[in-house]
């Protein structure tokens, strides 16, 4: 596996944008492909359309940037996301919601965020910490958590929490906040199929 990942290096940017969804890494491949494709186009489709000198330039440009972002990417390439032990990161999400269900909320964001450092593609446990930041009165935090929950693949199972969040943090900013419990899945469950009451 960890060769299909250096396999990466051969795009400016992929390593980047494949592995941690970067932007600038999409910026970077974006960047490569219109010039490759530009040269390609300059050399082979039209070659009269563009003078030698500026079609040399363009390759020039084509192999500067693929040399710099590979050297680059090689240097600072992205190490693999660690997956936790289901055992360590399950006794820190245990610790955490019982920190967040004593309104421990130094302790609990403490713990949630021990826990991405390990597991960043935890749904639940970015979701508790969004849950957390709006309770905490940190809108603007708990907002943009949600967000790139919702954008990521581990959001999907928890579509509907995040709604609900997003609602509870419009409401505040209304002044109409209302603490309804939210029904989240039981950590583990297949698809979410089993259910647990759990505090907003």
Do not use: C, H, N
Request: glycine letters at 8%.
């Amino acid at each position: 596996m960890a060769a299909v990942r250096y396999l990466t290096l051969v795009w400016p940017g992929l390593p980047w944008l494949w592995l941690r969804g970067s932007v600038s890494g999409l910026v970077l491949a974006l960047a490569f492909a219109l010039t490759l494709d530009v040269a390609v186009i300059a050399t082979w489709i039209w070659p009269g359309l563009i003078e030698l000198p500026v079609t040399m330039g363009l390759w020039t440009a084509t192999a500067v940037i693929w040399l710099v972002a590979t050297v680059s990417a090689a240097a600072s390439f992205p190490p693999p996301i660690a997956e936790a032990e289901g055992s360590e990161a399950d006794l820190l999400f245990v610790r955490a919601r019982a920190a967040y269900l004593a309104r421990d909320w130094t302790q609990a964001e403490t713990r949630l965020r021990e826990l991405l450092s390990i597991s960043p593609t935890d749904g639940e446990a970015q979701l508790l910490l969004a849950t957390l930041l709006r309770r905490v009165g940190r809108p603007a935090e708990a907002r943009r958590a949600l967000e790139a929950l919702a954008r990521s693949d581990s959001g999907t199972p928890w579509r509907s929490a995040i709604a609900a969040e997003m609602t509870k943090l419009e409401a505040a900013g209304r002044g109409d906040d209302r603490d309804d419990p939210v029904v989240l899945p039981l950590r583990g469950a297949p698809g979410g199929t089993r259910e647990r009451p759990a505090a907003a």
